[in-house]
């Protein structure tokens, strides 16, 4: 699969990250699928549920309270998730996949990424280094599951 990807969305999802930082940003982009080709046609930004350590916690708990905050984790709030989809529906369009930062990491999934990964969906991940947006990379869980794998993101003008 490719992710066709404007360059003015590359810019929304970079000027989101370097906003959030040091906190992970995350957000959803909408589009449409055709074969092996997702284009995407709108970038919606979303606020990291993680903000709010015990609504978080509530909705999805981590193991470490502590350590697991919106510097290296995010959350979408359900809510948010399902006003988006109705309203890319309304619209013909579907959730092709997710955004977050790595602030002051690489633009890899890390176990918990994956781990809460849905399939179907492309990943899109942005590292910030000391504020600065840098890598973006795009990934796909394997059919079974099992593994991420790195989808061809292309930027279009
Ligand atoms: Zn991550």
Request: include cysteine; charged fraction near 30%; charge should be negative.
């Amino acid at each position: 699969m490719t992710l066709k990807l404007g360059d003015v969305h590359r810019e929304a999802i970079r000027r989101h990250s370097a906003r959030d930082y040091p906190s992970e940003c995350c957000g959803v982009f909408l589009g449409r699928a055709n074969g092996e080709v997702k284009q995407v046609t709108e970038v919606v930004a979303l606020k990291n549920l993680r903000h709010d350590p015990s609504r978080a916690q509530e909705l999805l708990p981590v193991d470490d309270a502590g350590r697991e905050t919106e510097r290296n984790r995010f959350l979408i709030d359900p809510l948010d998730q399902l006003r988006v989809e109705k309203d890319a529906r309304a619209r013909g369009l579907e959730v092709l996949g997710y955004y977050h930062s790595h602030p002051d990491h690489p633009a890899r999934p890390s176990i918990y990424d994956r781990e809460h990964a849905w399939a179907r969906y492309s990943y899109v991940i942005i590292s910030v280094e000391r504020g600065v947006p840098k890598d973006l990379t795009s990934w796909v869980l394997a059919e079974d599951g099992g593994a991420f794998c790195a989808e061809q993101v292309e930027i279009v003008g």
